[in-house]
């Protein structure tokens, strides 16, 4: 049951802290350079999550697509 808690729930935990670190590069370009700096720190911020948290991602889409032929399947 937990398992199943937790593996319904890892899409959603992934996409917040997607948010959160995209958060903490703009706060942290801020504090750093001002209004360039956040940019900066956002677009560096968002090529580190694309490289990171892309690979999570990749694993959930994989998962939902074997749910779905499994779905397929047994119909």
């Given at each position: 049951m937990l398992s199943k808690m937790i593996v319904s729930s890892y899409e959603m935990l992934i996409e917040i802290s997607l948010w959160l670190f995209l958060l903490i590069a703009l706060i942290g370009g801020w504090i750093a350079k001002g209004?360039?700096?956040?940019?900066?720190?956002?677009?560096l911020g968002f090529v580190f999550a694309v490289m990171f948290f892309g690979a999570f991602l990749v694993l959930s889409d994989i998962?939902?697509?074997v749910r779905a032929i499994e779905e397929r399947r047994t119909t």
């Open positions: 209004f360039i700096g956040a940019v900066i720190g956002s677009l998962r939902k697509s």
